[in-house]
C-alpha cells in the first residue's frame, strides 16, 4: 500500500509526463510550477516544499524542451519557417516595389528620347505621374 508520500510523488511524476508529452488532463497545459501541481492534483507548496527534487526535474526538462512540450515542437518548428517565408517575401515585395516605382521614369525618358531622335514636334502622350511615397 502506497504512502501518502509515495502517491503524491507518483501523481507528479505522471503529471511532469503528460504536461512535457503535451497532453495534460487537469490543467492548460502551460509549463509552469503552478500547472504542473494543478496537473498533480497536489497544492503548490507541495510541490515546492515536500518534492523540491521532483519540481527541479520538471524545471530541466522544461528547459531541455525550451519550454515547448515535445507534441508541440514540429509546429513550433513550422511557425519558424513560416516566419522566414514570410520575411523573403517582404524583402521581394520591396525589391518589386522599388522596381515597379522606376518603370513611369524610364519610359518617360525613352519617350523623350524617341522624340528627340525622330524630331517628333508633336507632343508625347506619355505623361509624368507622380511619385507616392509609399
Known amino acids: 500500500m502506497a504512502t501518502d508520500h509515495e502517491a503524491e510523488r507518483d501523481a507528479i511524476t505522471a503529471a511532469i509526463?503528460?504536461?512535457?508529452?503535451?497532453?495534460?488532463?487537469?490543467?492548460?497545459?502551460a509549463l509552469t510550477t503552478l500547472q504542473l501541481s494543478a496537473e498533480a492534483g497536489v497544492k503548490r507548496w507541495v510541490l515546492?516544499?515536500?518534492h523540491v527534487d521532483l519540481k527541479e526535474e520538471f524545471v530541466?526538462?522544461?528547459?531541455e524542451a525550451n519550454g515547448i512540450p515535445p507534441a508541440y515542437q514540429h509546429l513550433h518548428a513550422r511557425a519558424i519557417d513560416a516566419e522566414v517565408a514570410a520575411q523573403t517575401l517582404r524583402e521581394d515585395n520591396d525589391r518589386l516595389?522599388?522596381?515597379?516605382?522606376?518603370?513611369?521614369?524610364?519610359?518617360?525618358?525613352?519617350?523623350?528620347?524617341?522624340d528627340r531622335l525622330t524630331n517628333n514636334t508633336q507632343r508625347s502622350p506619355v505623361r509624368t505621374l507622380p511619385i507616392s511615397a509609399t
Open 60 to 63: 530541466r526538462r522544461k528547459s
Open 48 to 50: 515546492t516544499h515536500k
Open 17 to 29: 509526463q503528460r504536461l512535457l508529452d503535451g497532453h495534460p488532463t487537469r490543467s492548460t497545459g
Open 97 to 114: 516595389r522599388e522596381r515597379v516605382a522606376v518603370y513611369p521614369q524610364v519610359i518617360h525618358g525613352l519617350r523623350t528620347e524617341l
